[in-house]
C-alpha cells in the first residue's frame, strides 16, 4: 500500500509519489515580456479586499500583464498572467510587500501549482499574446469570449544601462497572499494563512509608457465564478495613473522560500 513520507513533497493525486524537499526546483523564466500598469484607487474600498492581517502601505493597484516563455518547469513551454497586487504590509510579522488580489492564467500547470502549494489566487481567463503596432501595445483578458479587462500603453523613453542597473538593484518583489482551502462538506476552512511567495527580477530591456486600464462589468449568468471578483474591480476607481513600464525579463519564482506567514 501507498505510504506518504514527511520528508518528500506531493502533488495531487498525491499517491503516485513525490519528490525529497520541499518540491520547487526550476522556477527560472527564461523570456518574458511584461506590461506594467499602475494606478490610484480608494483605500477604503480597496481595504475590503484586503485581509485583516495585512494593512495597505499605499491604496495603488499595480496590473501586470506577463507572456511567460521558456519557462524551465514546463520543459520550455510557455503561458500567460495577468496579476493585480496593492503595496502591503503583514501586520504581526511586519513583512512589506505586494498583496496579489488576484492572478489570471490561460493555463492550468501553473494554477494548479500556485493556488494550494504557495497560496497564490490563480483562476483562469482566456489572454492572448499582446500586440506592439508601432510602439502603441494592447492586451485583454476574456471569459468565454466575453472581454472584461483591456490594456494600453505608448512606449516612451528607452531605459538605459544605468536605469536598468537601478531597476535590477531592487528588483525582488514579495508577494504576499492569502492560502485558503476549505473544509469537505461543511463550512470553515481546512487551511487559512498568510503565505509570502518571493519573485526575483532581471530587466533585460525597456520603456516607460503612458497606460490605461478599462474594466467592463459582467453579467453572473455568463461567469457566475469569476463575476463578483471582476465587479468588484471594475468598482474601485481609477483616481491617477502612475509608472507605466514594457520590459523584457529572466523571472525566477523564489519558491525555496516561500513561507506561511505568522
Known amino acids: 500500500m501507498f505510504k506518504f513520507d514527511e520528508n518528500f513533497s506531493y502533488r495531487m493525486p498525491a499517491h503516485f509519489g513525490g519528490v525529497p524537499g520541499n518540491g520547487f526546483h526550476n522556477l527560472q523564466y527564461d523570456d518574458v515580456s511584461t506590461i506594467a500598469i499602475s494606478y490610484l484607487t480608494d483605500e477604503a474600498k480597496l481595504s475590503q479586499h484586503v485581509p485583516d492581517a495585512f494593512e495597505i502601505i499605499e491604496p495603488v493597484i499595480a496590473v501586470g500583464y506577463q507572456k511567460c516563455c521558456s519557462v524551465q518547469w514546463m520543459g ?14 503583514h501586520i ?39 500586440h506592439n503596432y508601432r510602439g502603441h501595445i494592447t492586451a485583454n483578458a476574456s471569459h468565454e469570449g466575453r472581454v472584461f479587462m483591456e490594456l494600453e500603453l505608448n512606449l516612451k523613453e528607452t531605459f538605459s544601462v544605468e536605469e536598468l542597473s537601478a531597476m535590477n538593484s531592487n528588483s525582488r518583489v514579495n508577494q504576499l497572499g492569502w492560502r485558503y482551502i476549505p473544509n469537505v462538506g461543511k463550512p470553515g476552512a481546512a487551511l487559512s494563512h498568510a503565505v509570502l511567495y518571493p519573485v526575483d527580477t532581471t530587466y533585460l530591456t525597456g520603456n516607460s509608457g503612458e497606460g490605461k486600464v478599462a474594466w467592463t462589468k459582467v453579467n453572473s449568468m455568463y461567469n457566475p465564478l469569476q463575476a463578483h471578483i471582476i465587479n468588484a474591480l471594475t468598482d474601485l476607481p481609477i483616481l491617477e495613473y502612475r509608472g507605466c513600464v514594457f520590459a523584457k525579463m529572466v523571472t525566477n519564482l523564489r519558491g525555496d522560500l516561500a513561507r506561511e506567514l505568522l
Not at 520550455?76 to 504590509?89: D, E, Q, S, V
Not at 505586494?98 to 501553473?110: G, R, S, Y
Request: zero cysteines; hydrophobic letters at 40%; proline letters at 8%.
Open 76 to 89: 520550455g513551454g510557455h503561458y500567460t498572467l495577468i496579476a493585480l497586487m496593492t503595496p502591503a504590509r
Open 92 to 130: 504581526s510579522s511586519g513583512t512589506e510587500g505586494h498583496f496579489v488580489l488576484v492572478i489570471w492564467e490561460n493555463k492550468t500547470a501553473p494554477i494548479l501549482g500556485g493556488r494550494e502549494e504557495t497560496g497564490m489566487p490563480k483562476i483562469f481567463a482566456d489572454i492572448p499574446d499582446y
